[in-house]
């Protein structure tokens, strides 16, 4: 049978729940056990996928085509095991079932309610993925803040459970803020104890808390926190800031939060932790031999947590070229034809990112068109990869007026079109091209050269494709198609034969890139842009 981990959050958002729920992960893991982890969020939209990067930060696409909350990605980069729809569940997607279920009659002649009714249905979400005996350990995290209103029916769900699971195979860790007051010099226990206190006024005595702190924790302070807040010396457990998300199952591990965990489990710590590859990406990633620069293109660059994956692929690249990249953030919109060789001054390669609409588009062109004509290595995803054929038809086939029908429905050449199985789509929730497709690569390419390998498979979420009318006109003009859906035909990849590094993709490589797997075209395009620097 599975033991469940919840995962809680007090005092404020942003202490990295997600951060701490992969790092006990990886330590759990690399003793030998099969975990999983899945995030539980509050808010009543089905899934992020309607959201905003501004609100909200990238969508997380897994492989069966759910569209998830960013922290799945941490866990997926983490573990190197791939996450799925059940893993993310939302007060919407909880209510929806309910309300169908209601109108099946499934409930006929009893008043439905939060409870029973809605959390009933959050604890089998909670113990769905236990069903196959599939892990040992199941980790839960819960999105939001202890107190916050919409945050009550999952609490009272952990709530259930643990008396459910009993003390042995369920257990609640708190992650909490011990902040420093510099004028008093001090770090400050207070708040925790009234988070903790919420938590109790709810049913629920956390087992073991995690504390984000900026300065150690003494031992009068881990004494105060276990003593207020009922838990033993050894449960309380530091989480100093760390120089990267990467240090932080490092930290972990020093804290021993895997060893606490399992004794309140009572199981055995099975082996020491195999973390010797983990420790070698550390090593390459701390300790670089060379730099570059790279470019960032897009139109949400003032939220980078809107391109994470993204960054977090470059640090997977980076540390496999023992290479330290630095990203520029450009937005799309401040860039000119004009100004574009002053904007993109110093770059050793460009990515221009995926993306929606028409605002920055022209920037992305004006980039694209710039680094193809000066051979600097070029990266563009979905988004990028159709400005990119975009701007090789206005300005290398003279297709005056190429565009995409997102951002121009009744251009006369549109080298970017709608896929047919969208045309009669009319809602907007979970309808793109998602998940996971294959793809097959021509030989003799840059993205063969990447892969090792023809057949491959990646992740999507797009509405449009490349118009392979135009298929034939690009490719004599020296733009080939290397990348190709074999059922559909549709372009996957484009590569541009005389330049050193030109590759843009329909399918969101990031998405794939682990610490134990960093995406091959990622690590080919920092090679490029090494060799770009070096020349
Ligand atoms: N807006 C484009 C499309 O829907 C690209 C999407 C993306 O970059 N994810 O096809």
Redesign the pocket.
């Known amino acids: 049978m599975s033991k469940y981990i919840f995962v809680t959050g007090g005092v404020t958002s942003s202490l990295g729940k997600g951060i701490i729920a992969a790092s006990l992960a990886k330590l759990l893991q690399a003793r030998g056990f099969k975990v999983t982890i899945q995030k539980f969020d509050p808010y009543i939209n089905i899934d992020p996928g309607t959201l905003n990067p501004y609100e909200h930060g990238e969508c997380y696409v897994t492989e069966d085509g759910a569209e998830t909350d960013l922290d799945l990605g941490h866990y997926e980069r983490f573990l190197n095991v791939p996450t799925s729809r059940a893993n993310n569940i939302t007060t919407g997607r909880i209510y929806q079932h309910v309300i169908e279920q209601e109108r099946a009659g499934a409930y006929l002649g009893k008043t439905v309610q939060v409870v029973p009714h809605i959390t009933d249905e959050i604890k089998r979400r909670m113990l769905l993925l236990g069903e196959n005996n599939e892990y040992d350990i199941i980790i839960t995290e819960l999105g939001g803040t202890v107190g916050d209103i919409e945050s009550l029916p999952f609490i009272e769900a952990v709530r259930q459970l643990r008396w459910e699971l009993g003390n042995n195979d369920s257990l609640v860790i708190h992650l909490t803020l011990v902040p420093y007051l510099a004028a008093a010099g001090e770090l400050k226990t207070k708040p925790t104890q009234h988070s903790v206190k919420t938590l109790l006024e709810y049913g629920i005595q956390p087992d073991i808390l995690v504390c984000r702190t900026e300065h150690k924790l003494t031992h009068e302070i881990r004494k105060k926190l276990a003593q207020f807040c009922n838990v033993n010396i050894n449960a309380v457990v530091e989480s100093i800031d760390a120089p990267t998300i990467y240090d932080v199952p490092l930290n972990m591990l020093k804290e021993q939060l895997d060893k606490t965990a399992l004794a309140k489990l009572k199981l055995s710590t099975k082996n020491d932790p195999n973390l010797d590859s983990w420790k070698v990406f550390l090593g390459k990633l701390k300790n670089p031999t060379n730099e570059v620069t790279i470019g960032l293109v897009g139109k949400y660059v003032e939220l980078p947590d809107a391109y994470k994956s993204i960054i977090e692929a470059f640090v997977h690249a980076g540390a496999n070229n023992e290479t330290r990249v630095k990203l520029n953030f450009i937005a799309a919109e401040s860039i000119h034809n004009e100004n574009v060789q002053e904007k993109l001054k110093g770059l050793d390669g460009v990515l221009v990112a ?4 028409e605002r920055g588009l022209d920037g992305k062109l004006a980039a694209i068109k710039y680094v193809r004509e000066n051979n600097i290595p070029f990266f563009g ?4 990869m ?1 400005c990119s054929i975009i701007e090789f038809g206005r300005n290398v086939l003279g297709l005056a007026d190429a565009n ?1 029908t ?1 951002m121009a429905p009744e251009t006369q050449n549109p080298v970017i079109n709608l896929m047919d199985d969208q045309k009669d789509v009319t809602d907007k929730g979970g309808t ?1 091209r998602l998940g996971a497709y294959d793809c097959e690569l021509k030989k003799g390419t840059k993205a063969f050269a990447s892969y090792g390998k023809t057949k491959i498979s990646e992740r999507h ?5 490349f118009n392979n009318d135009y298929l034939k006109q690009y490719e004599e003009a020296g733009m080939i198609a290397t990348g190709i859906n074999p059922i559909t035909g549709l372009v996957e990849i484009v590569e541009i034969k005389n330049h050193p590094f030109y590759i843009a993709t329909q399918f ?1 490589p990031e998405l794939k890139s682990t610490v134990a797997n960093p995406h091959p075209l990622f690590v080919s395009f920092v090679a490029a842009s090494l060799a770009n620097k070096n020349c």
């Open positions: 995926p993306g929606f609409g995803i979905c988004l990028g159709q995409s997102e793109m979420r797009h509405r449009y494709e969101h």
